[in-house]
T-cell receptor, first 113, second 113 residues
C-alpha cells in the first residue's frame, strides 16, 4: 500500500477535460479516494469509490476503477481555473491497518485560461 | 458545521526546541488522525486515535514525538527536541469511526531552523 503512484504534473486549457491517473498496489483495497489540496490548505475530499464499483459520477467528476489493472482515474469535465490544485489518490487497506490511508505523491493540475 | 480546526497554522522554531500542535476534530467524530506531509509528498499517518486510545502509532517516532487525546476530543502532537528534518506540514483529520471518510484540517506548517 505504500506505493500508490501518480503522474506529477498535468496541464490543460480551461473548458477541456482533465484526466488524472493513479495506480494502487493492493487488490484488496476497500475504498479509494480522491482529495484536492490548494496552496496552503488541507486536503478536501472530492469523491470516493468502493472497490466493488466500476464507475462513480458526481457532477463534473467521474471516477473510473479498473480492479484488474489496479488503476483509478479522475475525470474533471469542463475544467476551470479554480480547479488548479494538487490532486491526491489514496487507498484504504483492510486488515491490521484499519482506517489508515495510503496516499500517492499527488498530481499538480494547472489550468490555463 | 465547523470543520477540523488546527493551530497554529505556521510555526518557526530553532532546532532542539520543543513544539506542540493542537487539533479540534469535527464534533461527534470518534476517530482522530495525525498525518505528516513532507514537501512534494502525500500525507503519511503518524498516529490514529479511537476516542482517547491510540490504536495505530507504529509510524510515530517515539524518541521525540508524543501525542495525547486525554478526553477523547482535542488532541496535541508534540516534538521534543525538533530537528531540521521535522520541517513539514502536520495534518489532523477526523472521522466518525475508522470506517468512515476522513476530513482534514488546514494543517500546521513547521519550519525548523
Amino acid at each position: 500500500g505504500e506505493d500508490v503512484e501518480q503522474s506529477l504534473f498535468l496541464s490543460v486549457r480551461e473548458g477541456d477535460s482533465s484526466v488524472i491517473n493513479c495506480t494502487y498496489t493492493d487488490s484488496s483495497s476497500t475504498y479509494l479516494y480522491w482529495y484536492k489540496q490548494e496552496p496552503g490548505a488541507g486536503l478536501q475530499l472530492l469523491t470516493y469509490i468502493f472497490s466493488n464499483m466500476d464507475m462513480k459520477q458526481d457532477q463534473r467528476l467521474t471516477v473510473l476503477l479498473n480492479k484488474k489493472d489496479k488503476h483509478l482515474s479522475l475525470r474533471i469535465a469542463d475544467t476551470q481555473t479554480g480547479d488548479s490544485a494538487i490532486y491526491f489518490c489514496a487507498e484504504r487497506l483492510p486488515g491490521s491497518t484499519l482506517g489508515r490511508l495510503y496516499f500517492g505523491r499527488g498530481t499538480q493540475l494547472t489550468v490555463w485560461p | 458545521e465547523a470543520g477540523v480546526v488546527q493551530s497554529p497554522r505556521y510555526k518557526i522554531i530553532e532546532k532542539k526546541q520543543p513544539v506542540a500542535f493542537w487539533c479540534n476534530p469535527i464534533s461527534g467524530h470518534n476517530t482522530l488522525y495525525w498525518y505528516l506531509q513532507n514537501l512534494g509528498q502525500g500525507p503519511e499517518l503518524l498516529i490514529r486515535y479511537e476516542n482517547e486510545e491510540a490504536v495505530d502509532d507504529s509510524q510515530l517516532p517515539k524518541d521525540r514525538f508524543s501525542a495525547e487525546r486525554l478526553k477523547g476530543v482535542d488532541s496535541t502532537l508534540k516534538i521534543q527536541p525538533a530537528e531540521l528534518g521535522d520541517s513539514a506540514v502536520y495534518l489532523c483529520a477526523s472521522s466518525l469511526d475508522w470506517r468512515d471518510t476522513q476530513y482534514f484540517g488546514p494543517g500546521t506548517r513547521l519550519t525548523v531552523l
